[in-house]
């Protein structure tokens, strides 16, 4: 079966990526849904809505300094990599992730579409204008912004907010052209991300998923490999780079 896709990347030209929390599972960073998953802990409604913020600020920092704090201790996994890698075999491509975290970028990758924002970035919770990365957040005295006093609060997507619309926007294009789409590591249930796939697929793509549990993608997929994307992703560079060597 993966020789089969390699044959068909081999031919195609134009390439999407979607990914999830489950590419960076392999570097230590908790996932959102399942059984270990951050919101087996703590509650989505609590802690990732414009609601809680205004409510209690100081604990949606306290979470959002904790994750900063651990996904500055990991690095990227060998799936990360294999991505940096893949682009080369289209003439074009296009990362697109749902993750904070960038280790994407860590890993090399230069062009990333973040749909839910960067985990190291804070902006204005009332007028969006952005600060400087990497600045602490202090929970028991939160700065607020020079424009407009509004509090700072973390540069992500909340549920119920909008994802920054050039962004969207590029990814959907990038869905509609790809040849080949994957979708890795994610469940596939937050929208409108997990819409992309299926609008690749319906403008033809050959749709490839890698998770080791099914999700509701998996029965539409082309090619779906029930495997960890830190193991399968090098298998699948390995067979291209032998490919492009004969
Ligand atoms: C491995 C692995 C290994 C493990 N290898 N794999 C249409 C229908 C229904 C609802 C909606 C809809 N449109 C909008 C909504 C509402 C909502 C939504 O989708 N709700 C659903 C949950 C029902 N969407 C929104 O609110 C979005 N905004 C929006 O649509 O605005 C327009 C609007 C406004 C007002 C009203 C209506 C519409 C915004 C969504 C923002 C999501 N934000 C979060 C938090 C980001 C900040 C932060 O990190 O703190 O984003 S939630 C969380 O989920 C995070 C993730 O990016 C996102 C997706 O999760 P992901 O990546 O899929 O992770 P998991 O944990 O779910 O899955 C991991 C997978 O990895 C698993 O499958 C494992 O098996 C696998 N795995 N190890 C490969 N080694
Ligand atoms: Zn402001």
Not at 46 to 73: C, D, H, K
């Amino acid at each position: 079966m993966l020789e089969k896709l390699a044959e068909i990347i081999t031919n195609c030209s134009n390439g999407a990526v979607l990914t999830g929390a489950g590419i960076s599972a392999e570097s230590g960073v908790p996932t959102f849904r399942g059984k270990e998953g951050l919101w087996g802990k703590f509650r989505p409604e609590q802690l990732a809505t414009m609601e809680a913020f205004i409510a209690s600020p100081e604990i949606v920092w306290e979470w959002y300094n904790w994750r900063r704090q651990l996904i500055g201790e990991v690095q990227p996994n060998p799936g990360h990599y294999a991505l940096c890698e893949l682009e080369r075999f289209f003439d074009s491509f296009a990362l697109i992730t749902q993750n904070v975290d960038n280790l994407h970028r860590l890993a090399g990758s230069t062009r990333v579409l973040e749909l839910h924002g960067n985990i190291y970035r804070n902006k204005c919770s009332q007028c969006s204008t952005i600060l400087d990365e990497g600045v602490d957040i202090d929970p028991a005295a939160i700065p607020v912004c020079e424009k407009c006093g509004g509090k700072i609060r973390p540069d992500v997507v909340w549920f119920g907010e909008m994802l920054p619309e050039d962004v969207i926007n590029e990814a959907f294009a990038r869905a509609e052209q790809a040849e080949v789409f994957f979708s890795i590591g994610t469940s596939a249930m937050v929208h409108p991300a997990a819409s992309l796939p299926l609008v690749a697929k319906r403008a033809g793509a050959t749709l490839v998923e890698i998770n080791p549990e099914e999700t509701p993608l998996s029965h539409l997929a082309d090619f779906y490999f029930p495997a960890k994307s830190g193991e399968m992703l090098p298998e699948l560079l390995t067979l291209l780079e032998q490919r492009a060597s004969h």
